[in-house]
């Protein structure tokens, strides 16, 4: 195992061992509190460009679930189809991994798609850095390769256009009411959510025109990024919501481009929510979900025209978690109510979202 070094913006120095593919990257180092679900979050798109540190100390014990693919398209056991995060630290990796549907190793599935893992980090003292000067860029160098020093970038680039789809996908073909689902980086589970309730999801990348198409429902997807670089997706919402009978439902990114389209700002939160226990309200009742979370900005809720109100709120730190329009059917959470993986609280949201299809 090679001596690496994690090298943060401010300087700060943390030294580690290499246990997947050895190169060197760059990137902005974030921290996940869940215990388990490193399968499905290193496979989330909305993880791209990130350095992913794991705060729960043990990382590996059980291994990787097969990479198969369903007839339709999409992972069985994953997020997407393949690794978005740019690297995986931890304090702890095992090698040695037990359970009934794994059938690799984290390292072999990270030296296969060729990302970076580094283990022997103190994660407890890196999250208080993060916490303390919130979310930095960051670079994983290699001790024996001091020359080869990666470019860090993450603010203003649009990772939206990277992990989208590149054109139209069509599941459930012919199955009952139509809704388009604007691809902004879409978790696997969001798509399975909506196709057991038995509707057809026209997948369309995160830029395309889609007001053309015949549809019943218009859904937002979770992705990577600064919402600003998503100004394209901003106006064809836009355009949509002209039909105010249009049920439009978005989670995650899709929080953030609807209260866009409607007039909000968005700002960057200082370290983000990235977890599985995250406890979230529901304003007006006394209503709170755990709920699993995954971004690192938030809607401005003093920004929210006259039409709009929030309809979560987060418990922790009182920042937007979902808005909803006073009179038209749109709404949306800034969590996941898919929750792949973690709690499965909200998912009932989807079916509000199929009810409202006319």
């Not at 794991?54 to 369903?70: D, I, K, Q, W």
């Not at 072999?108 to 890196?126: A, N, S």
């Amino acid at each position: 195992m090679r001596n690496v070094t994690l090298l943060l913006d401010d300087g700060s120095r943390f030294h580690g061992k290499s246990f997947g593919y050895d190169k060197p990257v760059a990137g902005e180092v974030v921290f996940n509190t869940a215990m388990s679900g490193y399968p499905e979050s290193l496979t989330d798109p909305s993880y791209a460009g990130q350095l992913m540190t794991l705060t729960y100390p043990l990382a590996g014990n059980y291994g990787v679930p097969p990479f198969t693919m369903e007839p339709d398209g999409l992972a069985t056991f994953m997020e997407s189809g393949r690794i978005h995060a740019e690297a995986v630290i931890v304090s702890d990796y095992s090698a040695n991994y037990s359970h009934w549907n794994a059938v690799e190793s984290l390292e072999d599935w990270l030296k296969r798609e060729q990302v970076p893992g580094i283990t022997g980090i103190d994660t407890r003292e890196l999250t208080k850095v993060l916490r303390e000067h919130g979310v930095m860029l960051g670079k994983i160098l290699f001790d024996d390769e001091p020359d080869n020093v990666p470019e860090a970038a993450y603010a203003g680039v649009n990772y939206v256009d990277r992990v989208s789809c590149k054109e139209v996908i069509r599941y459930n073909a012919g199955a009952g009411k139509k809704v388009v689902l604007v691809d902004c980086g879409v978790k696997t589970n969001i798509i399975r959510c909506l196709l057991k309730r038995g509707v057809e999801v026209i997948r369309v990348p995160w830029d395309y025109d889609f007001n053309g198409l015949e549809f019943d429902g218009l859904f937002i997807s979770n992705g990577p990024g600064d919402p600003d670089t998503c100004d394209a997706a901003v106006q064809n919402i836009r355009k949509a919501m002209k039909n105010e009978k249009l049920p439009i439902f978005g989670i995650c990114m899709g929080n953030q481009l609807l209260s866009k389209a409607g007039g909000a700002r968005i700002y960057k939160l200082k370290y983000g929510h990235r977890s599985h226990n995250q406890p979230v309200r529901m304003v007006g009742t006394e209503r709170c979900f755990i709920t699993s979370q995954n971004h690192g900005y938030a809607v401005d809720n003093d920004t929210l025209g006259e039409d709009w109100e929030p309809l979560f709120i987060n418990m922790n730190d009182g920042s937007n978690e979902g808005i909803r329009h006073k009179r038209n059917p749109w709404f949306s959470a800034q969590f996941h109510p898919e929750a792949a993986s973690g709690p499965t609280d909200t998912e009932f949201l989807f079916d509000e979202f199929v009810k409202l299809l006319r």
